[in-house]
T-cell receptor
């Protein structure tokens, strides 16, 4: 069975600080996808990124960056120069490739509060 | 890209009343569709998923049921709501099967 752990329940930072959200996963499969979603106060989960298990390249998108390390089974998410609009709950998820249903395993989420 | 529509956005229902939440998908065909519930505390609980018309898999036995009458329509129902059915219900799906896209959600309060 798969497991995704987001050990940080809540993080509070002041605007312009950098912040890293941790995600550690467990799976015996070698082919899988990892995801990050953002859930703002409005409630809708917004897809941020998908990473294939065979692609360990880090990715940067504006102020967002993701560090995928298979050696430590981690897929961490860093926000540089945080802004108030980044305040949300962030979920990490893992889905196995193949099988047809693609049911993801979600972490419990990390609540990020960015203070002005 | 696909868009997930859900309605209503908010619903207040008395205990024992029926429920029908609808989800439709736009921009893709033959998507996998999912219903999640999110209670206070943030965790996402998968309730049902469907890989095709009329095909429903239940992940958690409960007071709810799901149906998929059309390719891009997924309905969550209950004959008699319980207080414990209160929560935030999210529909997800997508033609890119590995990535789930979510709808805006329905906040259900059972009184």
């Amino acid at each position: 069975a798969q497991k995704v752990t987001q050990a940080q329940t809540e993080i509070s930072v002041v605007e312009k600080e950098d912040v890293t959200l941790d995600c550690v996963y467990e799976t015996r499969d070698t082919t899988y996808y990892l995801f990050w979603y953002k859930q703002p106060p409005s409630g809708e989960l917004v897809f941020l990124i998908r990473r294939n298990s065979f692609d360990e390249q880090n990715e940067i998108s504006g102020r967002y960056s993701w560090n995928f390390q298979k050696s430590t089974s981690s897929f961490n998410f860093t926000i540089t120069a945080s802004q108030v609009v980044d305040s949300a709950v962030y979920f990490c998820a893992l889905t196995l490739r193949g099988g047809g249903s693609y049911i993801p395993t979600f972490g419990r989420g990390t609540s990020l509060i960015v203070h002005p | 890209s696909q868009t997930i529509h859900q309605w209503p956005a908010t619903l207040v229902q008395p205990v024992g009343s029926p429920l029908s939440l609808e989800c439709t998908v736009e921009g893709t065909s033959n998507p996998n569709l999912y219903w999640y519930r999110q209670a206070a505390g943030r965790g996402l609980q998968l309730l049902f998923y469907s890989v095709g018309i009329g095909q429903i898999s239940s992940e958690v036995p409960q007071n709810l049921s799901a149906s998929r009458p059309q390719d891009r329509q997924f309905i969550l129902s209950s004959k008699k709501l319980l207080l414990s059915d209160s929560g935030f219900y999210l529909c997800a799906g997508g033609g890119d099967w590995e990535t789930q896209y979510f709808g805006p959600g329905t906040r259900l309060l059972v009184l």
